[in-house]
Structure formats: C-alpha cells, structure tokens
C-alpha cells in the first residue's frame, strides 16, 4: 500500500500498520518534505519517496493523507500510477465525486480519523462509494482497525459531522484540559498535579460512560449532589450558555468541512 503525504495521520495510521504485523516492506510513503521522509524512515523503516512516479504501480490501496488545500495537485502527479488501486481518503471536507474526477476511478473510501489513531484510541468515520465492494470495504475496516474503532455512515454529508465532532474533537478536549489545569493551578495546586488530575478525569469518566447502559446525562447527575460543588460549577456553565455554545462551535466545524469542500474541491 502507499501513503500520499507523510504528516501526523500517515503516521498515526502507518504506526497501526505496523504495530498489527504488516511488514514496513509492504508501505511505500509519498512525502515532499526532506526531514518528514527522514523521521518515517528512522521511525518505521519504511520507503519514503519525494514525489509520486511508477513506483506507485502495482499498489492495492492508496491512502491519501494530504491537506485539502493540496489535494487535487497531489493527485494530478500520482494519478497515472494508481488507476488500478483502492483509494481512501482522509481529507477533511473534499468529496469523493472530487476526487474520483482527479483520480479517474471511482473505487474511493472516505475516512475522518482523529490523532488518538496515534495510540491505537481512534475513532474513525467511513464513507464508500458504490464503486467499492464488500472486500475493499474489508481491507478498509482491517487498516482503520489498527487505529481503534469505527464506523460506517450511509450518506457522505454526516462525514462533515463526523468531522466537526470526533476529527476536530481531541482538540475540544485538550481546550477543556488546558482550563481546568490552569483553574487548578489558580486554586494552588501545581501544574503536574492538575494536569495529571484533568487529564485521569477525561480518561475515567469516558471509561465509565463507554461501560454503561445509561446515557451521560444520568452519569452527570450522580456526580451532581443537590446544593454540591458540581451544582455550582454546572449552574455557573449552563447560565454562561456552555452547551449552546459548544453546539455552535461544532456547527461551525461542519462548515467549514463544507467550505473546504467548495474552496479545494474544484
Ligand atoms: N490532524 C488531524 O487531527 C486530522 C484528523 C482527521 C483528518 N485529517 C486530515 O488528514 C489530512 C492530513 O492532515 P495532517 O494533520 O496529517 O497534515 P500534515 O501533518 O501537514 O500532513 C500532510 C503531509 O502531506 C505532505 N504533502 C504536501 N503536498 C504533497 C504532495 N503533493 N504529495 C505528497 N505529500 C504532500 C505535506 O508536506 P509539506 O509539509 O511539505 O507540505 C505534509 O507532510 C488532512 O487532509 C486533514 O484534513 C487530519
């Protein structure tokens, strides 16, 4: 298989690769950048190519892990050589009709990915094509596997809401560790210890809602002691408009994966 574009989600999904058992032998990685070529090398041992050439012929699937913005030129350079392969793309917001028209094939799976791939914690959504049948659709679910869990959507617009809360959604979390580590400190405890604090308390609460039947609401409520501390800081949020708020942003996300789509789709 080859990768197109050698950043942080080739990485992510090539470290899955390899932790499961295909051999470093088996990726070829296009990368214009000197020094990403080099750290894929040192990292993995893999192939990593400057520029797309014959060398891709022959690939059964290619992975595109390019930004959108460099998308449609990437594929201009690889796409005489990849005609006979099985594509992905984890390309925020760029549709597969797009990138069927660059690539002249129609075999496209669309994946968003999000950085816990990196640790074997993804959450990835997927859209096929009708073009791609039950095997392709299988050698996809064995690739992703190797980055966490995933799940298939029937229309390729709830890719863009996949996007806007599982791609983008690490980042919302990392937000919300960097407030309450520096709410800590404010209250005096040192910054390791709040870290440490924030950080286990995402980790135990997603646990705990990943193991229950019931939904997060009734979780919240039972930290939530009548006239408590929680009621305080949760009264606090809720009058703030924290969750309206929050809604919003992941609206806003989804637009802007529409956005991407009309600016770099073309
Ligand atoms: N990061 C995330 O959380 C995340 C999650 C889900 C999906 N995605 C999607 O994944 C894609 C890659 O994102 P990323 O965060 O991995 O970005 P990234 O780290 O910048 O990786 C993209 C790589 O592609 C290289 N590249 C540029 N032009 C190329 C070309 N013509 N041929 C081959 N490679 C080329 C870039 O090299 P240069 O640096 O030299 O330009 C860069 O190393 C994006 O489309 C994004 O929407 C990202």
């Known amino acids: 298989m080859a990768f197109i574009g050698g950043g942080n989600m080739a990485s992510a999904i090539i470290g899955g690769l390899i932790a499961n058992g295909l051999p470093a032998s088996q990726i070829t990685v296009v990368e214009p950048f000197e020094a990403a070529r080099d750290a894929l090398k040192a ?14 012929a022959g690939q059964d699937l290619v992975v595109w892990a390019v930004k959108p913005q460099t998308f449609k030129d990437a594929a201009a350079a690889a796409a005489p050589h990849t005609a006979q392969a099985l594509h992905l793309s984890v390309a925020a917001g760029i549709t597969t009709d797009s990138i069927a028209q660059w690539l002249g094939t129609g075999r496209i799976v669309r994946a968003m990915p999000n950085t816990p791939a990196l640790v074997g ?5 997927l859209f096929a094509r009708p073009e791609v049948d039950a095997e392709g659709q299988a050698l996809i679910e064995r690739v992703i ?32 560790l960097e407030a309450m580590t520096q709410a800590g400190v404010d209250m005096g405890l040192t910054a390791p210890q709040a870290y440490q604090l924030a950080v286990a308390t995402f ?9 229950s039947d019931e939904p997060a609401s009734v979780l ?6 009548k006239g408590g501390t929680t009621y305080a800081a949760i ?20 637009a802007r994966a ?3 789509a009309q600016e770099f789709g073309r």
């Not at 914690?121 to 959504?125: A, E, I, R």
């Not at 029937?154 to 791609?167: Q, Y």
């Not at 980790?203 to 193991?211: F, N, V």
């Not at 919240?220 to 002691?225: H, I, K, L």
């Open 235 to 254: 009264t606090h949020m809720q009058q703030a408009g924290l969750p309206q708020t929050f809604i919003a942003a992941l609206r806003k996300a989804e």
């Open 203 to 211: 980790q135990g609460a997603s646990e705990l809602a990943a193991r």
């Open 121 to 125: 914690k993804g959450m990835t959504g």
């Open 145 to 176: 596997g190797t980055t966490g869990q995933l799940v298939w959507v029937d229309g390729e617009a709830k890719l863009d809401a996949v996007t806007a809360l599982s791609g983008s959604g690490p980042a919302y979390v990392f937000l919300f």
């Open 220 to 225: 919240r409520e039972r930290v939530t002691s």
């Open 43 to 56: 990292k993995f041992g893999i192939d990593a190519l400057p520029t797309a050439s014959a060398a891709l």
């Open 258 to 260: 529409q956005e991407l």
